[in-house]
Each structure stands twice: as C-alpha cells, then as structure tokens.
C-alpha cells in the first residue's frame, strides 16, 4: 500500500513563491510515475507536472512552463514541485499523484494513489 502526504500549501501575494513537497511511503517501484495536479472550486481536476522516478524525464502542462518546476530526490522518496511567479488563477487544491508506469501519463484516472491534497491561495 502506498501512502502519499502533501505539504507546503499556504497563502501567499501574487508574484510570491512557493514550494510543495510530496512524500510516498509503503511499497515503492524502481520506475513509477510521480504527477501534481490541482483542482479549483468548480474546475475540474488538471495536470500541472509529472517527472519519472528512474529517468528523471519531466512533462509539463502548457499553462506552467516556465513558472512550475517538478523535481524529485529519491533518497527522500520526495517529489517537489516549485511554484515562482504565482497568480491568482494558480489558486487550487493542490494534489500528489503515483503510479507504476512506463511512460508518464497527464491524466488523473491513469493514476492509482492520491495524497489528501494541500491548499495554495494566491492574494493580490
């Protein structure tokens, strides 16, 4: 059983920064897919970033690059996605994704475990 725990939401002024961190515990795969999305009330849930456990490739949604960073340190089990520039349309419930994958899925429904999500408001 794999457990995921978020961290790091808060509430932060337009053009802050902030960097969330997702933690995976329980049975662990050499090469499993590792993804973040967010959800804001009434949107549906979007991928924002996902990055490879064993080839570090990373993919991310066309409305953060440039601005969200995912990297990873598997010696901590640890994802971490780095937020710069923050708007208040990045305001979202913030969710860690998981899967054993060979490739590196955008969608939710490809992804088995979910942590319980973090909370990131942006303020002007």
């Known amino acids: 059983q794999v457990q995921l725990v978020e961290s790091g939401g808060d509430l932060v002024q337009a053009g802050g920064s902030l960097r969330l961190s997702c933690v995976v515990s329980?049975?662990?795969?050499?090469?499993?897919?590792m993804a973040w999305f967010r959800q804001a009330p009434g949107k549906e849930r979007e991928f924002v970033a996902g990055i490879k456990s064993s080839s570090g490739r990373t993919i991310y949604a066309d409305s953060v690059k440039g601005q969200f960073t995912i990297s990873k340190d598997n010696a901590k089990n640890t994802v971490y996605l780095q937020m710069n520039s923050l708007k208040l349309q990045d305001t979202a419930v913030y969710y860690c994704?998981?899967?054993?994958?060979?490739?590196?899925?955008?969608?939710?429904?490809?992804?088995?475990?979910w942590g319980q999500g973090t909370q990131v408001t942006v303020s002007s």
């Open positions: 329980g049975r662990t795969y050499s090469n499993y897919a």
């Open positions: 994704a998981a899967d054993l994958r060979i490739g590196l899925p955008t969608t939710a429904v490809s992804y088995t475990y």
